[in-house]
C-alpha cells in the first residue's frame, strides 16, 4: 500500500530532493528512497509538507479537483481589523491572476516554535497573526494577497492540509502513514475529476 510522509519543513528548505550547495532540501531530513512532494511549499514558509511513494497518488493529491483546505499561520505587519480582511473573503485579481476568495480570521499567537533566523521587525510597527485557509495553492498566493491589502507576510507557516496535521512535530521532524484501504479509496475518489467531484 502506498506510504505518506507528513513533514514539517523548516525555514530555507527547498522542496525538492536535489539542489546545489549551499542549498538545503528535503535529503538532509527525509532518507527514504521513491518519496516526492505531493504539493509545494516556497523556500520561505514553514510548516506541514505531505510526501507520498506512490506517483499515480501524488498526481491526485496535486489535481486542482483535490478538495483539501490548507489552513495557514500568517504573521502580517501591520495590525489589521476584521473589515480589512474582507477583500481576501471576496477574492482577489492582481496583476490579471484571479485568487479565489479565501477563509480568513485575526488570531492570537499561535504557540510555536521560533523561527531561525527571526523575522526582521521594524521598530514601532506591529504585526498581527492571521488565520488563512485555501482551497487553491497559486504561487506565493498568500504573500500576495496580504501584501495587496496593505499588510506583508513577514512569516507563513501551513499548519493543516485536510484532516493532516502538524500536531507536535518539530521542525525538521516527519511522521510515515501506511494508507489503508478505505483512505486510499477516500482520496483517489475525492481527487478524480472522472467522479463528479466538484471544487467549492
Known amino acids: 500500500m502506498p506510504q505518506l510522509i507528513l513533514f514539517n519543513k523548516p525555514y530555507g528548505v527547498l522542496t525538492q530532493f536535489t539542489g546545489e550547495l549551499p542549498e538545503q532540501t528535503l535529503s538532509a531530513f527525509i532518507k527514504f528512497p521513491g518519496f516526492y512532494a505531493a504539493g509545494r511549499l516556497d523556500k520561505q514558509s514553514e510548516g506541514l509538507l505531505v510526501l507520498t511513494d506512490d506517483g499515480k497518488l501524488q498526481h491526485r493529491l496535486t489535481h486542482p479537483k483535490f478538495e483539501k483546505?490548507?489552513?495557514?499561520?500568517?504573521?502580517?505587519?501591520?495590525?489589521?481589523?476584521?473589515?480589512?480582511?474582507?477583500?481576501?473573503?471576496?477574492?482577489?485579481?492582481?496583476?490579471?491572476?484571479?485568487?479565489?476568495?479565501?477563509?480568513?480570521?485575526?488570531?492570537?499567537?499561535?504557540?510555536?516554535?521560533?523561527?531561525?533566523?527571526?523575522?526582521?521587525?521594524?521598530?514601532?510597527?506591529?504585526?498581527?497573526?492571521?488565520?488563512i485557509i485555501l482551497r487553491e495553492g497559486k504561487n506565493h498566493q498568500i504573500r500576495k494577497m496580504t501584501a495587496a491589502i496593505g499588510f506583508p507576510t513577514l512569516r507563513l507557516i501551513r499548519h493543516q492540509i485536510g484532516d493532516w496535521r502538524l500536531d507536535q512535530l518539530q521542525p525538521g521532524e516527519y511522521k510515515l502513514i501506511n494508507l489503508t484501504n478505505d483512505k486510499l479509496n477516500e482520496l483517489t475518489r475525492k481527487s478524480n475529476p472522472r467522479l463528479g467531484s466538484r471544487a467549492k
Do not use: C, M, N
Request: proline share 13%; aromatic share 8%; no cysteine.
Open 69 to 131: 483546505k490548507k489552513h495557514y499561520w500568517v504573521q502580517v505587519e501591520g495590525a489589521p481589523t476584521d473589515k480589512d480582511l474582507q477583500p481576501l473573503r471576496k477574492g482577489l485579481v492582481i496583476k490579471d491572476i484571479t485568487f479565489l476568495p479565501a477563509e480568513a480570521k485575526l488570531i492570537s499567537e499561535p504557540k510555536i516554535w521560533p523561527r531561525i533566523p527571526p523575522i526582521r521587525e521594524r521598530k514601532h510597527i506591529p504585526t498581527t497573526w492571521l488565520e
